[in-house]
């Protein structure tokens, strides 16, 4: 069936991050996020420079980097604006709410002063969106909650991702999508203006020695019904991750619309 297209989708969606990723995708005509998980601060950097015009989402786990502080910040949100992309920090939060209301908006990373979008478990149960909403709503923030994962032998699924899917309904101010990998088969058509990213992406199917799962745009957009991949050793880990990234982006892409035609 024919999906509608990302401005489509812009229309309707319920908070401001996902109307503000679902306009820059269809503009900048890119639905890749690269996940850098590189160690140094360094490499981070030159890595948001180099791919940046391929990408909508810079995803990043900041708790890998050597270095971290407020010149850092303020290079990488320098690097956001002047590629128009968003930055995803990849926490993964998943504890009670009061907890994560600290974690999110405190310690030494102060993820909601910088993060446009992070993500959470549901397995603390709602009080987790509630606290990260009581920090990330007023400051324009959005949330995707883990509804499935790529990893073998993972447990996020059947009734859990039900609930998962029924939580983003509710909180629709707040939450901007999930984290998933076969949406179509779950996800009920009532909220186009929710954002699925695929990670567990190459441009071959395969995997790693610690559990990784690969599928590639093709199949992670066309078949699995998704909206975003996301790809990091198959790209910082190429010996050219620019070149790589524009492959990306052009897989990426020619199955977003040829899933909008179909
Ligand atoms: N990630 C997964 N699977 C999930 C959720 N998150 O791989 O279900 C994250 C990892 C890593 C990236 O934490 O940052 O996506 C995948 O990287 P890779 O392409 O190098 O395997």
Request: aromatic share 6%.
């Given at each position: 069936p024919k999906r509608q297209?990302?401005?489509?989708?812009?229309?309707?969606?319920?908070?401001?991050?996902?109307?503000?990723?679902?306009?820059?995708?269809?503009?900048?005509?890119?639905?890749?996020?690269?996940?850098?998980?590189?160690?140094?601060?360094?490499?981070?950097?030159?890595?948001a420079d180099q791919v940046g015009p391929h990408i909508c989402v810079f995803k990043t786990h900041v708790d890998i980097l050597d270095t971290w502080n407020a010149e850092v910040q303020g290079e990488l949100q320098s690097l956001a604006e002047k590629h128009d992309f968003l930055i995803f920090e990849d926490r993964k939060f998943a504890d009670i709410g009061s907890t994560v209301v600290a974690q999110y908006s405190g310690g030494l990373y102060r993820i909601a002063d910088w993060a446009h979008i992070t993500n959470a478990h549901l397995v603390p149960g709602p009080g987790i969106i509630?606290?990260?909403?009581?920090?990330?709503?007023?400051?324009?923030?959005?949330?995707?909650?883990?509804?499935?994962?790529?990893?073998?032998?993972?447990?996020?699924?059947?009734?859990?991702?039900?609930?998962?899917?029924?939580?983003a309904e509710e909180h629709q101010d707040f939450v901007a999508g999930f984290i998933s990998q076969t949406p179509s088969s779950w996800q009920p058509q009532s909220s186009p203006g929710l954002i699925h990213m695929t990670p567990g992406v190459q441009l071959a199917k395969g995997g790693d020695n610690l559990g990784q799962q690969y599928n590639t745009p093709q199949s992670v957009i066309g078949g699995a019904g998704s909206d975003v991949i996301i790809v990091g050793r198959g790209i910082y880990g190429a010996s050219d991750p620019r070149e790589t990234a524009q492959q990306y982006q052009e897989a990426g892409w020619s199955a977003y619309l040829a899933s909008v035609s179909a």
């Amino acid at each position: 069936p024919k999906r509608q297209s990302y401005e489509q989708r812009a229309e309707v969606a319920k908070n401001a991050v996902s109307k503000q990723l679902l306009n820059l995708m269809a503009k900048k005509k890119t639905n890749l996020a690269i996940a850098a998980d590189v160690a140094s601060t360094k490499q981070l950097l030159a890595l948001a420079d180099q791919v940046g015009p391929h990408i909508c989402v810079f995803k990043t786990h900041v708790d890998i980097l050597d270095t971290w502080n407020a010149e850092v910040q303020g290079e990488l949100q320098s690097l956001a604006e002047k590629h128009d992309f968003l930055i995803f920090e990849d926490r993964k939060f998943a504890d009670i709410g009061s907890t994560v209301v600290a974690q999110y908006s405190g310690g030494l990373y102060r993820i909601a002063d910088w993060a446009h979008i992070t993500n959470a478990h549901l397995v603390p149960g709602p009080g987790i969106i509630q606290g990260l909403k009581q920090v990330g709503l007023e400051k324009g923030r959005g949330l995707l909650l883990l509804a499935e994962m790529s990893s073998k032998g993972h447990l996020a699924t059947g009734s859990y991702t039900q609930a998962v899917a029924a939580a983003a309904e509710e909180h629709q101010d707040f939450v901007a999508g999930f984290i998933s990998q076969t949406p179509s088969s779950w996800q009920p058509q009532s909220s186009p203006g929710l954002i699925h990213m695929t990670p567990g992406v190459q441009l071959a199917k395969g995997g790693d020695n610690l559990g990784q799962q690969y599928n590639t745009p093709q199949s992670v957009i066309g078949g699995a019904g998704s909206d975003v991949i996301i790809v990091g050793r198959g790209i910082y880990g190429a010996s050219d991750p620019r070149e790589t990234a524009q492959q990306y982006q052009e897989a990426g892409w020619s199955a977003y619309l040829a899933s909008v035609s179909a």
